[in-house]
């Protein structure tokens, strides 16, 4: 079955910074790869996707970059703020049945220091 | 707006209790998914359900068993609490194809 890793587990950064979390996957028949946002006490939120037949996707501060070949995919935020301190989540799943199966990474919890 | 309900907040149960942990979703959705959260282990995948009916296990399934009679509800069951059971269980649901999945607000379990 699908193997989601995920690195750091821990991120420190300064406001203003990047931050980039990285994460791998086994199954090279995952398709769909989702960013979740968790922030303290509140429920995981979607923040980004990004499908097998794209390499890159960027919404504002935030892009997702897929690489099938290697099986890893990360997600990088620019001119970080307080506000994006959370546990962030990747995610991967393929399509159909039995393989709509989620299955998720440790997670990364990001620290923006002011 | 989507809405993933779980029927409790926060529970608390005898070791050796059969407890049912109830997640309705309101937007016809094939996907519904049972997670426990730990700290430092991430959302870990209890089972999964793709249908009325149909079940797949996750990482962690021993312990635990799922039912799913009805699209819009998916039940995951204690056949018999222990104390490394407590945790925070997130119930989720998503449609077909690669789209959003969208989560209940969690039930924080605690067996005594």
């Known amino acids: 079955g699908e193997n989601v890793e995920q690195h750091p587990s821990t991120l420190s950064v300064q406001e203003g910074d990047s931050a980039v979390i990285k994460c791998t996957y086994s199954?090279?028949?995952?398709?769909?790869f989702p960013w979740y946002k968790q922030e303290l006490g509140k429920r995981p939120q979607l923040i980004i996707d990004i499908r097998s037949n794209v390499g890159e996707k960027k919404d504002q501060r935030i892009a997702v970059t897929l690489n099938k070949t290697a099986k890893h995919f990360s997600l990088h935020i620019t001119e970080t703020q307080p506000e994006d301190s959370a546990v962030y989540f990747c995610?991967?799943?393929?399509?159909?049945?039995?393989?709509?199966?989620?299955?998720f990474g440790t997670g990364t919890l990001l620290a923006v220091q002011p | 707006d989507v809405k993933v309900t779980q029927s409790s907040r926060y529970l608390v149960k005898r070791t050796g209790e059969k407890v049912f942990l109830e997640c309705v979703q309101d937007m016809d959705h094939e996907n519904m998914f049972w997670y426990r959260q730990d700290p430092g282990l991430g959302l870990r995948l209890i089972y999964f359900?793709?249908?009325?009916?149909?079940?797949e296990k996750g990482d962690i399934p021993e312990g635990y068993s799922v039912s799913r009679e009805k699209k819009e509800r998916f039940s995951l069951i204690l056949e018999s609490a222990s104390t490394n059971q407590t945790s925070m269980y997130l119930c989720?649901?998503?449609?077909?194809?690669?789209?959003?999945?969208?989560f209940g607000q969690g039930t924080r379990l605690t067996v005594v």
């Open positions: 359900s793709y249908d009325v009916k149909m079940k």
């Open positions: 989720a649901s998503r449609g077909g194809g690669n789209t959003e999945a969208f």
């Open positions: 199954d090279s028949a995952s398709n769909y």
């Open positions: 995610a991967a799943t393929g399509e159909g049945g039995a393989t709509n199966k989620l299955i």
